[in-house]
């Protein structure tokens, strides 16, 4: 893969590899899986906000450059027909209008279960409805990419462009490990996918406090590539603050931006 595209590579398709290569049903037997219905997710522990993410990925052949990206994702509570639910709104700011993308997802409050996603990438928009026991492409959006589409699943499942969410809500503690259904629109099939709590650590904020953090960690191997994800999570806060990714010939890495970071949407001009 070539230098230049390599970030970018890593960015459209690594989700989708992770999710469809982490089917471990042996070790399964000795996980906690997620079920939907058994509302295991600790969802008051997600806050509604404004959090902002620097992104950058390091080539290790590559000494002189570093690709950035800026994310914003804000979280609102709402009621949609008598229902509560979170909406998700993200922004994915890089060097140019390229890699800009647009983001919006809605969900239960009291599951997390996800009933709308759409996701903007240049002028070309997919938008989905998402139910329990199928997903199928919105008729609300008239220029959508995704129409026509439909799938029937086999048993009700999370949306994994919002895993930083659900990593927050999860009841984290030594030794556990987690299956979580996950399933990224678009793509053949949902997968339980697994995630192990390694250990903890205590790391530092930028205004140099000390969070004692859970580590989650995830692994999977794809045409010969072995691919990890540790993120750490705050015990005390449930808040995701740091990731760290490696892949074949490279790192991502994910620090979540202090509170008084600049909300950059206001300034740009309608």
Avoid at 189 to 212: F, H, M, Q, R
């Amino acid at each position: 893969m070539k230098t230049e595209h390599l970030a970018e590579k890593i960015v459209a398709v690594s989700l989708s590899l992770l999710l469809l290569l982490s089917h471990t049903p042996k070790v399964f037997a000795q996980t906690d899986t997620i079920r939907i219905k058994d509302k295991r997710l600790l969802t008051s522990t997600l806050k509604p906000g404004l959090r902002q993410y620097l992104v950058y990925f390091q080539n290790i052949k590559d000494n002189r450059s570093l690709k950035f990206w800026l994310w914003l994702r804000d979280i609102n509570l709402e009621t949609r027909n008598g229902e509560k639910v979170f909406t998700v709104t993200q922004h994915w700011y890089g060097n140019d209008s390229s890699s800009y993308r647009s983001v919006y997802s809605i969900n239960k409050v009291a599951d997390f279960s996800p009933l709308y996603h759409s996701e903007t990438i240049g002028k070309k928009t997919k938008a989905f409805n998402w139910a329990p026991d199928k997903i199928a492409s919105a008729d609300t959006n008239a220029n959508n990419e995704a129409k026509n589409f439909k799938l029937d699943f086999t048993f009700p499942n999370l949306n994994w462009n919002l895993d930083i969410e659900t990593f927050e809500m999860l009841p984290l503690a030594e030794g556990k490990s987690f299956a979580i259904p996950f399933y990224e629109a678009g793509i053949p099939a949902p997968l339980y996918v697994l995630y192990k709590v390694t250990g903890s650590e205590v790391i530092s904020t930028l205004d140099g406090n000390k969070v004692d953090c859970w580590k989650l960690y995830n692994e999977s191997d794809y045409n010969g590539r072995h691919f990890t994800e540790t993120y750490w999570i705050s015990k005390k806060n449930h808040e995701f603050l740091k990731e760290e990714d490696a892949f074949g010939g490279g790192y991502r890495y994910k620090i979540k931006m202090m509170g008084a970071a600049t909300n950059l949407l206001p300034r740009f001009v309608k």
